[in-house]
């Protein structure tokens, strides 16, 4: 199932569909129907997250705070968890009421 799943995930991707891109990164993010790649999962996410999808913003944050397939960076990770969360994102609106206690201004 998954490896079909990518094929029409990489064709919908290289036309710019933005859920396609994520759903990519989501694959290469857990190895499904692909050997598992966290810095493509995060290039998929940014290809994504381009485009104001809100979900990818998130998941390419969380790729920043922890050092998934980039090199961590803390403002960057901020960044993309904003974007996230004026999208509305659940996860991210979280993040941000957790770091607005913690480091206030953010």
Known sequence: ?????????????????????????????????????????????????KQDYAAAQYRLGECYANGYGVAINELMAAKRYRKAAKQGHKGALFIKEIAYVEMPGM
Request: charged residues 25%; hydrophobic residues 40%.
């Open 1 to 49: 199932y998954w490896i079909e799943a990518v094929n029409r995930f990489r064709i919908e991707a290289s036309q710019g569909n933005a859920g396609a891109q994520f759903s990519l990164g989501e694959c290469y993010s857990k190895g499904r129907g692909v050997v598992k790649d966290l810095a493509q999962a995060a290039e998929w996410y940014r290809k994504a997250a």
